[in-house]
């Protein structure tokens, strides 16, 4: 699921217009490439804890499938407007402190 959420940009888990909302955040979020695909992996980590609750109550089976087709086609802005704010606090957090990617 990683390989492919790093690779079509979450193009495949989120519509159309939510995808245009986030890449639109990612053009804005400057710093270049880096800057681009930091953001990306703070998007994913908010997003993986979106469902964390239950996602830790499932085997590695039932999380796979739930990851490779999370229930996001009823997702507004509002959702994708949440996810990016929620990215953003964990970029804030943890951005520029090495120690966290032990």
Known sequence: FAFRWMNCLLMRELSLD?????????????GGAQGFSAFHTYVC????????????????QEIMV???????AAWADRDVELLLSEAYVIKCLYDGSPSHLR
């Not at 239950?54 to 590695?60: S, V």
């Not at 739930?66 to 996001?72: C, I, K, W």
């Open 18 to 30: 939510c995808v245009v909302r986030v890449w639109d955040t990612y053009l804005a979020e400057g």
């Open 45 to 60: 980590a908010a997003f993986l804890l979106r469902w964390s609750k239950e996602l830790r109550a499932m085997d590695f």
């Open 66 to 72: 739930f990851l490779q087709r999370p229930p996001t």
